[in-house]
Nanobody, 133 residues
């Protein structure tokens, strides 16, 4: 059974940094696309970034480009999201999600799309990031 566990959230001041981790079990991430999504109170869940476990290609939503970096860990089952220059509007619960490449999603652009968010099969329980002074 596929399971994802996020960690690394917390309270940080504006301009600060955090590194989120997503550890998967029951799967080999090289056959999956892995994405980070976030949901702020009262708002819809939105995609942040996705990376292909196969070739490392990645996409970012415009709001985080140049500030966040997604990467694969040395272990085959870990993905990170480095959050730099954090802003109060980045406050949200951050979720890791994954699905099969290419059977379910053919590319990172396909999974990191507004229309795809609620069609992804596997989700973690989330980690809260709060950006406040």
């Amino acid at each position: 059974q596929v399971q994802l566990v996020e960690s690394g959230g917390g309270l940080v001041q504006p301009g600060g940094s955090l590194r989120l981790s997503c550890v998967g079990s029951g799967l080999n991430l090289k056959y999956y696309i892995i994405g980070w999504f976030r949901q702020a109170p009262g708002r819809e869940r939105e995609w942040v970034s996705c990376i292909s476990g196969s070739d490392g290609s990645a996409v970012y939503t415009d709001a985080v480009k140049g500030r966040f970096t997604i990467s694969r860990g040395g272990a085959w089952n870990t993905v990170y999201l480095q959050l730099n220059s954090l802003k109060p509007e980045d406050t949200a619960t951050y979720y890791c999600a994954t699905d099969r490449l290419p059977e379910r999603f053919a590319s990172v652009q396909a999974m990191c799309a507004d229309s795809a968010v609620y069609n992804i099969n596997y989700w973690g329980k989330g980690t809260l990031v709060t950006v406040s002074s």
